[in-house]
């Protein structure tokens, strides 16, 4: 719709202010997600052997290498096969202050946390306290969405393959939330109240956050237990995984590695940054590198870990299984090939820290990446370093990752659409004085060109306003709120352009009406004369 608009304002004004508007919103149809990675060069691929020391050695050098190369802070990775953890390792530091990474340090993993809620619904079915098919109004019996119908359609199982209807956006809508209570959970769900689906239920696969802090809140109103007790008595313990939390307070008192961000291509750590509780099911848990291979030795050995069972086979199975419509999303893990090798895998993003974790079931191998920094435009691709350590777990050689660009595309666009506006507000005010004093804004002639100069000031303005306040945030699949938390530098130049496009907006209007009001005055002058 800004596209359209703009578009028509160059076509029939040709002014190089519309031109402006024209080029910024073309840009803002861009994603503001991460840069993509080259294909990677093919190689044979490793026989369902174990893993060498050379083979270690190779793909320490290759995380060692990319992370000076680009500037990561710092990562740790954990290798699995078959029963056992055969190499785990920290790389570079875990905070300003210099301390290494190690086996033990502490990292959000972001939406691995689903993975966990997903064993933890499984749990709840094979105690037969939950059914899959069941309606969720059955276990929340307040749960609604804007449909009735549609909200007692709605099944425990599409909640855990993405099917549900729930946009990506409504998953999104809550980051910036600071509700920390108790019931932070139910509350977030209680908000999907008018929640409009995006799809038909069970219609179609549509990834959201929105779905698994439903799942978070079945569980608590079956099991009676804070979603967090539950994790940490039936997933953590059993797995002995010491090192993780379900608190950002205690997993300070541990090693937790302080997060970044990027700024313009450039990392600054941010300790403190938006966590709320009632996202927690999705996308907030903290594990370590050593912990992390005791989860994926659960997954890789049917349930069991040593002489514990997490899970019976069948429901490991269930959990890795996509159901129909849900694409290649399972419950928590998404299955994909990787170079003709079968592989189950999700990413995790929060706000400073990005995660990964793949299984090869084929050849019994897994491996799971924490890193303590987040890209989501201007900084090194982050996000491609997971994708690429697959690549080495499978003999296939990786390409290096794209460093920073000094300025991205779209923040180059952004930051010179603001400095145009700004230079474009002071003409503009300019002319509100110039009109006020000039006998050209008497005649007709001079009132009309100076209202209509005011008007196409005004419609690129709004132009511009709906481009950053809605067109961007609805291509990105992510509000305002959403864009300032992942992508800060973006975040904010979006808000300046919109706060400085309303301003010259009513500057615009103000130009059109001391000019009609001039024009009036003459009018009298020349009558009384």
Same mark, same amino acid.
């Given at each position: 719709?800004?596209?359209?608009?703009?578009?028509?304002?160059?076509?029939?004004?040709?002014?190089?202010?519309?031109?402006?508007?024209?080029?910024?919103?073309?840009?803002?149809?861009?994603?503001?997600?991460?840069?993509?990675?080259?294909?990677?060069?093919?190689?044979?691929?490793?026989?369902?052997?174990?893993?060498? +020391? +050379?083979?270690? &050695?190779?793909?320490?050098?290759?995380?060692?290498? %990319?992370?000076?190369?680009?500037?990561?802070?710092?990562?740790?990775?954990?290798?699995?096969?078959?029963?056992?953890?055969?190499?785990?390792?920290?790389?570079?530091?875990?905070?300003?202050?210099?301390?290494?990474?190690?086996?033990?340090?502490?990292?959000?993993?972001?939406?691995?946390?689903?993975?966990? *809620?997903?064993?933890?619904?499984?749990?709840?079915?094979?105690?037969?306290?939950?059914?899959?098919?069941?309606?969720?109004?059955?276990?929340?019996?307040?749960?609604?969405?804007?449909?009735?119908?549609?909200?007692?359609?709605?099944?425990?199982?599409?909640?855990?393959?993405?099917?549900?209807?729930?946009?990506?956006?409504?998953?999104?809508?809550?980051? *910036?939330?600071?509700?920390?209570?108790?019931?932070?959970?139910?509350?977030?769900?209680?908000? @999907?109240?008018?929640?409009?689906?995006?799809?038909?239920?069970?219609?179609?696969?549509?990834?959201?956050? =929105?779905?698994?802090?439903?799942?978070?809140?079945?569980?608590?109103?079956?099991?009676?237990?804070?979603?967090?007790?539950?994790?940490?008595?039936?997933?953590?313990?059993? #797995?002995?995984?010491?090192?993780?939390?379900?608190?950002?307070?205690?997993?300070?008192?541990?090693? #937790?590695?302080?997060?970044?961000?990027?700024?313009?291509?450039?990392?600054?750590?941010?300790?403190?940054?938006?966590?709320?509780?009632?996202? #927690?099911?999705?996308?907030?848990?903290?594990?370590?590198? $050593?912990?992390?291979?005791?989860?994926?030795?659960? &997954?890789?050995?049917?349930? =069991?870990?040593?002489?514990?069972?997490?899970?019976?086979?069948?429901?490991?199975? %269930?959990? &890795?299984?996509?159901?129909?419509?849900?694409?290649?999303?399972?419950?928590?893990?998404?299955?994909?090939?990787?170079?003709?090798?079968?592989?189950?895998?999700?990413?995790?993003?929060?706000?400073?820290? %990005?995660?990964?974790?793949?299984?090869?079931?084929?050849?019994?191998?897994?491996?799971?990446?924490?890193?303590?920094?987040?890209?989501?435009?201007?900084?090194? +691709?982050?996000?491609?370093?997971?994708?690429?350590?697959?690549?080495?777990?499978?003999?296939?050689?990786?390409?290096?990752?794209?460093?920073?660009?000094?300025? &991205? #595309?779209?923040?180059?666009?952004? *930051?010179?659409?603001?400095?145009?506006?700004?230079?474009?507000?002071?003409?503009?005010?300019?002319?509100?004085?110039?009109? !006020?004093?000039?006998?050209?804004? %008497?005649?007709?002639?001079? !009132?009309?060109?100076?209202?209509?100069?005011?008007?196409?000031?005004?419609?690129? +303005?709004?132009?511009?306003?709906?481009?950053?306040? !809605?067109?961007?945030? $609805?291509?990105?699949? =992510?509000?305002?709120?959403?864009?300032?938390?992942?992508?800060?530098?973006?975040?904010?130049?979006?808000?300046?352009?919109?706060?400085?496009?309303?301003?010259?907006?009513?500057?615009?209007? @103000?130009?059109?009406?001391?000019?009609?009001?001039?024009?009036?005055?003459?009018?009298?002058?020349?009558?009384?004369?």
């Amino acid at each position: 719709m800004a596209y359209q608009l703009a578009s028509s304002i160059v076509r029939r004004m040709g002014s190089l202010a519309a031109r402006w508007a024209y080029t910024v919103l073309t840009a803002a149809t861009l994603s503001l997600s991460a840069i993509g990675v080259m294909r990677p060069v093919q190689a044979e691929v490793m026989s369902p052997t174990s893993l060498s +020391d +050379d083979d270690f &050695h190779r793909i320490d050098a290759y995380i060692e290498s %990319q992370l000076a190369d680009t500037g990561i802070p710092g990562a740790a990775l954990v290798i699995v096969e078959g029963d056992q953890i055969t190499h785990v390792r920290g790389y570079g530091v875990a905070g300003e202050d210099g301390r290494p990474v190690t086996a033990e340090s502490g990292f959000y993993i972001g939406s691995l946390t689903k993975s966990f *809620t997903a064993v933890a619904i499984m749990q709840l079915v094979e105690a037969e306290h939950v059914e899959l098919d069941a309606p969720v109004q059955k276990y929340l019996p307040w749960f609604h969405v804007a449909d009735p119908r549609a909200s007692s359609q709605l099944k425990v199982k599409h909640l855990l393959n993405h099917t549900s209807g729930f946009s990506t956006y409504s998953g999104r809508t809550h980051l *910036t939330d600071s509700d920390t209570s108790t019931a932070a959970i139910e509350r977030r769900v209680r908000a @999907l109240g008018n929640t409009e689906l995006a799809r038909p239920v069970g219609a179609a696969y549509q990834y959201s956050n =929105a779905n698994y802090v439903v799942l978070g809140a079945i569980i608590e109103a079956v099991s009676g237990q804070s979603y967090e007790e539950y994790i940490e008595q039936h997933i953590f313990e059993p #797995l002995s995984m010491t090192r993780s939390y379900t608190s950002e307070a205690a997993a300070r008192k541990d090693n #937790l590695a302080t997060g970044f961000r990027y700024w313009f291509g450039q990392a600054f750590s941010t300790p403190s940054v938006s966590r709320p509780r009632g996202e #927690l099911p999705s996308m907030f848990l903290i594990s370590s590198a $050593q912990d992390m291979g005791n989860y994926l030795l659960a &997954h890789m050995n049917g349930g =069991a870990f040593g002489e514990t069972r997490l899970l019976s086979e069948s429901g490991v199975s %269930q959990l &890795h299984t996509p159901e129909r419509g849900s694409l290649n999303y399972a419950m928590g893990w998404e299955v994909k090939m990787i170079d003709n090798v079968q592989a189950l895998n999700h990413i995790g993003t929060t706000p400073t820290f %990005q995660a990964g974790m793949t299984i090869f079931p084929e050849q019994r191998r897994g491996f799971a990446l924490l890193i303590n920094s987040q890209n989501q435009l201007s900084g090194p +691709d982050v996000a491609s370093l997971v994708p690429m350590v697959e690549l080495n777990m499978i003999g296939v050689m990786a390409l290096p990752i794209a460093k920073a660009p000094k300025l &991205h #595309l779209n923040l180059a666009l952004l *930051t010179a659409l603001f400095v145009g506006q700004t230079f474009g507000f002071i003409f503009t005010l300019r002319n509100v004085f110039r009109t !006020c004093k000039s006998p050209q804004a %008497q005649s007709r002639r001079g !009132c009309m060109g100076i209202s209509s100069q005011g008007w196409l000031y005004l419609a690129i +303005d709004v132009g511009i306003v709906i481009g950053m306040l !809605c067109w961007i945030p $609805q291509s990105n699949e =992510a509000p305002i709120s959403a864009i300032l938390l992942y992508a800060p530098d973006a975040g904010w130049l979006i808000v300046l352009n919109a706060i400085l496009a309303i301003m010259s907006a009513v500057t615009a209007i @103000l130009v059109a009406a001391l000019s009609f009001q001039s024009f009036e005055r003459g009018k009298l002058i020349r009558s009384s004369a």
